[in-house]
Structures are given as C-alpha cells and as structure tokens.
C-alpha cells in the first residue's frame, strides 16, 4: 500500500517562506497527479497546488498565485511546495495528495478536490503577524 510522508512545515513569520516536501512511499511519482492541499479548522479541504508529474504541467489557487511555486523531482519521486511571502491567512494543515494522471488533470484535482488515491498525514503551517 502506498503512503505519501510529508515534511517541512513550521512556524514563520510572515513575509516569511517555507519548503513543503512530500515523498512517495510504496509507489513512484510517474503517471500520477500531485498536490497540496490546505485545511482550516473547521472547513473543507481546499487545492492549493497540483502538478502532473510527467509533464510538469501545474495549477495554482489564486490566493498563492505568485507566492506559491510547486515543483517535483520524479528521480527523487518527490513534490515540493515552495511558498514565498508566507500571510497569517496561510496558517493551515497541508495535506500532499496523489491521483492517477489518466483519471484527472492538475486542474480538476485541486479545483474539485476527487480522485485522490492517496492522502498524506499533515503538516502544519503557522505564520504568525
């Protein structure tokens, strides 16, 4: 069974950046989807970023258009969410997901937030004013 392990989430100050790093464990990145997604407490799971793995196509919510950069590096079967000019409002728990590239699109993973075979467990991200 595959996992996704995530690190590298923390506590900055804002204006502040962080690296996300999300490695797979079981399977490899190729013919898959990844991505970011946030949680607030309380609310729904939200896509922050998604990337096809084989093309490097990617998608970015507008609230981290600019800000966010995700990336992979399939040799290391590993995404990372580079996030720049970290805002108090980007306090959450981000969770790294993975669908099959041939069942959804960068777009569609994040945007409807389905199709997702695997979850990873959650880091949180703390920016303080």
């Known amino acids: 069974q595959g996992q996704l392990v995530e690190s590298g989430g923390g506590l900055v100050q804002s204006g502040g950046s962080l690296r996300l790093s999300c490695r797979t464990n079981?399977?490899?990145?190729?013919?898959?989807?990844m991505g970011w997604f946030r949680q607030y407490p309380g609310k729904e799971r939200e896509g922050v970023s998604c990337?096809?793995?084989?093309?490097?196509?990617?998608y970015s919510a507008d609230s981290v258009k600019g800000r966010f950069t995700i990336s992979r590096d399939n040799a290391k079967n590993t995404v990372y969410l580079q996030m720049n000019s970290l805002k108090p409002e980007d306090t959450a728990e981000y969770y790294c997901?993975?669908?099959?590239?041939?069942?959804?699109?960068?777009?569609?993973?994040?945007?409807?937030?389905?199709?997702?075979?695997?979850w990873g467990q959650g880091t949180q991200v703390t920016v303080s004013a």
């Open positions: 997901a993975a669908g099959i590239s041939w069942i959804t699109t960068e777009q569609d993973m994040c945007r409807k937030v389905e199709q997702i075979s695997y």
């Open positions: 990337i096809n793995t084989s093309d490097g196509s990617a």
């Open positions: 079981g399977f490899t990145t190729d013919n898959y989807v």
